[in-house]
Every structure is written in structure tokens, then in C-alpha cells.
């Protein structure tokens, strides 16, 4: 298989035996994610342990657990080999990480230096958007080097 063509077949004709609005949203959502692969020419033997899973799945009766499991480990895989990410995906990292690396410590200091703990929390508020900054910039350079999967949302 050279190409994502058949997969995306196969996921569109599955599409058209569920009944299910949720299960057909999340199978309609792995659709762009590999149209952009196709248009990358990621080849397909990089993610032949994931097709085949999927191709289990679409023949055996499909969970939406197994969908959404299916969509994050597709993603997790396409960052971890090729850089590729979703839309927003350094920002709502780096939100996080921003809360913990720059709040926690600044919420800290500052609730100790008014001697009152009650107010560690108070750091939160400051890191969060830190974080989202750092996250906004990451984004923005990996739009720009084209590792930005089209059409692709978070994983849940």
C-alpha cells in the first residue's frame, strides 16, 4: 500500500453502516488526518501496526473508546516519527506545563512572602498564561516548518 487512499475508503464505506452519530463524528475525523498524510506521502509501512488495528476494528463491531484510543495513538505516533502535531497542541502542553513550572514556584514565593498559604493558588493565574505564550510561539514555528496535521483535532 503507497498510499492512504484505501484506508480512507474503507473508513468512508464503515461510515456508511453506523447508525451511531458519535462513533460516525469520531471515524469521520480520522478522514483529514490521513487525506494530509497522503498529501505528505508519509509511507504507509511507517504506520502498518496502526492500519492494521484500524482495519480490525472497522471489521469487527467498533466502540468509540477504540476509535478515540485509535486517534491518539495514530497522533501520538505521527509526533513521536515524523514531528507532526495537531492544531493547538503546544499551547494546551504548554498551559500545563505552564501552571506547574512558572505558577506553582511564583504562588509559592509570593504566599510565603505575605506569610499567608492561602494565596498558593494565586500563582496559577500567572503561569497559566506564561505557559500559553511559550505554547502560542511553539505553535506558530511548527505552522510555519509545515508539521501542523490539516484538519486534525486534539485526541480527547
Known amino acids: 500500500m503507497d498510499s ?18 458519535k462513533l460516525q ?21 511507517s504506520l502498518a501496526d496502526l492500519l492494521k488495528r484500524l482495519k480490525n ?4 463491531e467498533l466502540h468509540l473508546k477504540q476509535i478515540v484510543r485509535f486517534k491518539a495513538d495514530l497522533l501520538a505516533a505521527l509526533r513521536k516519527q515524523y514531528g507532526l502535531v495537531t ?3 503546544y499551547q494546551t502542553l504548554w498551559m500545563v506545563l505552564g501552571m506547574t513550572i512558572f505558577g506553582v514556584p511564583f504562588g509559592l514565593i509570593f504566599s510565603m512572602a505575605i506569610d499567608n498559604m492561602a494565596f498558593l493558588g494565586l500563582g496559577f493565574g500567572f503561569g497559566m498564561p506564561i505557559g500559553m505564550a511559550i505554547g502560542i510561539a511553539k ?17 480527547i
Do not use: C, H, W
Not at 32 to 38: A, K, T, V
Not at 57 to 60: D, F, R, S, T
Not at 139 to 155: C, P, Y
Open 139 to 155: 505553535d506558530k514555528k511548527a505552522q510555519e516548518d509545515g508539521l501542523v496535521i490539516n484538519g486534525a483535532r486534539q485526541a
Open 57 to 60: 476494528m472497522l471489521i469487527a
Open 4 to 21: 492512504f487512499k484505501p484506508v480512507i475508503e474503507e473508513i468512508e464505506k464503515t461510515l456508511n453502516s453506523i447508525s451511531d452519530e
Open 25 to 45: 463524528k469520531a471515524l469521520n475525523d480520522l478522514i483529514p488526518i490521513f487525506e494530509d498524510l497522503d498529501q505528505r506521502e508519509i509511507p504507509t509501512e
Open 87 to 89: 492544531p493547538k497542541y
